[in-house]
């Protein structure tokens, strides 16, 4: 039988969130709050970053508004700096596939009907698929700026089996943030691909 896959991309063909990660280690550090605990620290940061959005762009202005409300000390631009730099070296970082991608998209992608759907700033995004070499697997690629349940629904309703011939629907992918619930509303069971990070 032939599917319809909906992959991610960050986390699921390459290396992504471990870049972000160690940002987020980096400022914690740096900041070195002395009332708040880290793990309070980056509730702040998850706050602000969803009002900014996704994509290290928008990151790098998020670490750069969290290190400005919780600095204990007088701003100087020097600091402000650093904590710029934490956000900017992730644009820097090369795509790193995770091990068996190519393979598995080789093997895959005569047989079935690959679509990826990723989340993110579009310009951004649209370099890191041209950089890794995968674009040509695909069948159609989106770029969102948030993934939530609506979000899999359009896609499903343009790409489904109406608009193609016959198969299933399955999205495959990997969810940093475990619990979050939006692909457990659908009505094709996702998989979550595990990851290192």
């Known amino acids: 039988m032939r599917y319809h896959l909906l ?16 940002a987020i280690h980096a400022f914690l550090t740096f900041l070195n709050h002395s009332r708040l605990s880290r793990e309070q620290v980056r509730a702040v940061l998850d706050e602000v970053e969803r009002g900014m959005g996704y994509g ?12 400005r409300r919780l600095a204990e000390k007088d701003l100087q631009d020097a600091d402000v700096q650093q904590v710029r730099q934490l956000g900017e070296r992730i644009r820097a970082q090369p795509i790193q596939l995770l091990a068996g991608v190519q393979e598995t998209l080789e093997y ?12 993110g700033e579009a310009h951004e995004q649209r370099l890191k698929i041209e950089r890794s070499g995968l674009e040509a697997f695909f069948r159609r690629v989106v770029i969102v700026p948030e993934k939530d349940v609506a979000t899999y629904h359009r896609i499903i309703g343009e790409v489904g089996p109406t608009h193609l011939d016959g198969g299933e629907f399955s999205a495959l992918g990997y969810q940093s943030r475990p619990g979050r619930g939006t692909q457990r509303h659908l009505h094709p069971a996702p998989a979550h691909v595990a990851s290192r990070t």
């Open 7 to 22: 992959l991610d991309a960050d986390d699921t063909l390459w290396e992504n969130n471990i870049y972000f990660e160690q």
């Open 56 to 67: 290290s762009v928008n990151f790098t202005r998020s670490l750069v508004e969290t290190y």
């Open 108 to 119: 895959l992608s005569p047989r079935h009907d690959l679509l990826l759907l990723t989340k």
